[in-house]
Nanobody
Framework: QVRLVESGGGLVQPGGSLTLSCAASGGIFTIFRMGWYRQAPGNQRELVAA???????NYADSVKGRFTISRDNVKNMVYLQMNSLKPEDTAVYYC?????????WGQGTQVTVSS
């Protein structure tokens, strides 16, 4: 069974930085796209950033210039570097792989931006 495990969430002050990581285990498959989503209480889950197998990226307007997505194709890992964090970035962040076996989701990691 394929699993995604996120790490790196936590509590950070406004203006601070965090790096999220996502690792896949449990199967052999082709990954087409890796991405990060987030969901704040009362809100729908939204795309934060994504990167295709070819390296093209797209970001939510709210995080452009502050967040950077990167991936390690050898390790099948994806990262999200988050800088200049704002209270409105507070949410549960989910890793997502769109792969040959379908969409795979992680369990989520909490990011809280607060003074």
């Amino acid at each position: 069974q394929v699993r995604l495990v996120e790490s790196g969430g936590g509590l950070v002050q406004p203006g601070g930085s965090l790096t999220l990581s996502c690792a896949a285990s449990g199967g052999i498959f082709t990954i087409f796209r890796m991405g990060w989503y987030r969901q704040a209480p009362g809100n729908q889950r939204e795309l934060v950033a994504a990167m295709s197998s070819g390296g093209s990226t797209n970001y939510a307007d709210s995080v452009k210039g502050r967040f950077t997505i990167s991936r390690d194709n050898v390790k099948n890992m994806v990262y999200l570097q988050m800088n200049s964090l704002k209270p409105e970035d507070t949410a549960v962040y989910y890793c997502n792989y769109y792969a040959s076996i379908g969409h795979i989701w992680g369990q989520g990691t909490q990011v809280t931006v607060s003074s």
